[in-house]
Nanobody, 125 residues
Framework: VQLQASGGGLVQTGGSLRLSCAAS????????VGWFRQAPGKEREYVAA????????SYAASVKGRSTISRDNAKNTAHLQLDSLNPDDTAVYYC???????????????????WGQGTQVTVSS
């Protein structure tokens, strides 16, 4: 499966963005979808994940309460809604996929074998 993230941009502090992850060459419903981000000079970090059917989600503490992950398997897409953005959210955001081997939603980068190109999110102060 190939994944492509989109929807990034430049927003002011307090603004919102809705990122999308489109899948091709495979059926997205076969995969757990995770979102990660990488700021300049920092390691890639976990943001959120959603189960294959969408019934289970998890968030990193840094975005919990102001982010919503969702998916539309009929459209082979997943989304990450980011609200109340601040400059610390500035990063390249990536979507990633993995097949489910348990009910857990992995948070480690190396648990996801499929990655899309990232989309840049820049939050100005």
């Amino acid at each position: 499966v190939q994944l492509q993230a989109s929807g990034g941009g430049l927003v002011q502090t307090g603004g919102s963005l809705r990122l999308s992850c489109a899948a091709s060459g495979g059926i997205l419903s076969n995969y757990i979808v995770g979102w990660f981000r990488q700021a300049p000079g920092k390691e890639r970090e976990y943001v959120a994940a959603i189960s294959r059917g969408g019934g289970s989600v998890s968030y990193a503490a840094s975005v919990k309460g102001r982010s919503t992950i969702s998916r539309d398997n009929a459209k082979n897409t997943a989304h990450l809604q980011l609200d109340s953005l601040n400059p610390d959210d500035t990063a390249v955001y990536y979507c990633a996929g993995r097949t489910a081997v348990s009910r857990e939603l992995p948070e480690a980068v190396d648990e996801y074998p499929y990655w899309g190109q990232g989309t840049q999110v820049t939050v100005s102060s």
